[in-house]
């Protein structure tokens, strides 16, 4: 064997340059390979976490068809948007906020308005300030077909404010306040993922409980990993203070063989930072 060459039998050589080649070659198919799968990323619209933060909320969350156009362009495969009820639940709801603050017409709570009743009713106001100004307020059945419509899969955040109605000591508001939570889900889950979830302690069993007798305790499973570690602001922080925490939860949870999900108010920050580091 001449130095430099390395003998296969009688097949021929190959050199030992190409062999450290084919080498690399190897080793970085392997590295691609064990990349993991890009997550599906679930968008939300941040909310200021400083003093006062009613007053500097822009309204980005996606609970309008303006923010989940928005959201898909970004990238996103999911959205997390905010359950209301009107008035005695008579009107499930998509909006974020207590009051309608950030809404045309006079400040309220949400449970103190009716949906289509009297001249301060909630159905027909206009979004005051942020990036989707001019926007109204959806039901939820609305907002549901829009999101499928676009592709999205939604998770929805039952607010505590609906307390009010849903664990009101009145069996009949009760009841229609739930029904206005669980009939559009009914509706629609055999054709659409649909997940829910509340931050509300006093709320959160009974949502378990009936879910479950519908027969839609899917919507309690699947649900995103948050990932961001910075608190919204207005305006927004720079994305690249969650980086650390994007790469740890992508090193712990991403997987070669399927897309995990993830959530986050950088929607499209993050979708950018992904480039490259899965695939």
């Not at 039998?9 to 190959?14: K, L, Y």
């Not at 999911?78 to 009107?86: H, K, R």
């Not at 449970?111 to 009297?118: K, M, P």
């Amino acid at each position: 064997m001449k130095r430099g060459r390395m003998t296969l039998g009688r097949g021929g050589a190959v050199t030992v340059g190409a062999a450290l080649l084919l080498g690399t070659l190897q080793a970085g198919s392997a590295g691609a390979a064990a990349l993991p799968v890009c997550p599906t990323v679930f968008g939300h619209g941040g909310y200021p976490t400083g003093a006062d933060p009613w007053d500097r909320d822009q309204i980005r969350q996606p609970n309008n068809p303006e923010a989940l156009a928005q959201q898909k362009s970004w990238g996103a495969g999911g959205v997390e948007a905010d359950l209301q009820l009107t008035r005695n639940g008579t009107k499930g709801v998509m909006w974020h906020n207590t009051t309608t603050n950030g809404l045309t017409g006079t400040r309220a709570p949400v449970t103190q308005l009716w949906w289509a009743t009297g001249a301060d009713q909630l159905r027909g106001r206009t979004i005051t300030r942020g990036p989707y100004s001019g926007e109204t307020v959806y039901t939820f059945r609305a907002w549901l077909d829009s999101a499928k419509a676009k592709g999205l899969v939604p998770l929805v955040e039952l607010k505590g404010e609906a307390r009010q109605s849903l664990l009101n000591s009145d069996a009949a508001i009760r009841d229609r306040a739930w029904s206005e939570v669980i009939a559009p889900m009914a509706e629609r889950m055999p054709s659409q993922e649909i997940m829910m979830f509340t931050h509300d302690t006093a709320l959160k069993p009974e949502l378990d409980k009936r879910l479950k007798a519908a027969g839609l305790g899917a919507a309690l499973t699947a649900h995103p990993a948050w990932v961001d570690s910075v608190g919204w602001e207005e305006p927004p922080p720079a994305a690249a203070g969650n980086y650390a925490s994007w790469q740890d939860n992508l090193s712990r949870l991403g997987s070669p063989t399927r897309s995990v999900r993830m959530a986050t108010s950088w929607t499209k920050d993050f979708k950018t930072w992904l480039s490259g580091k899965c695939v």
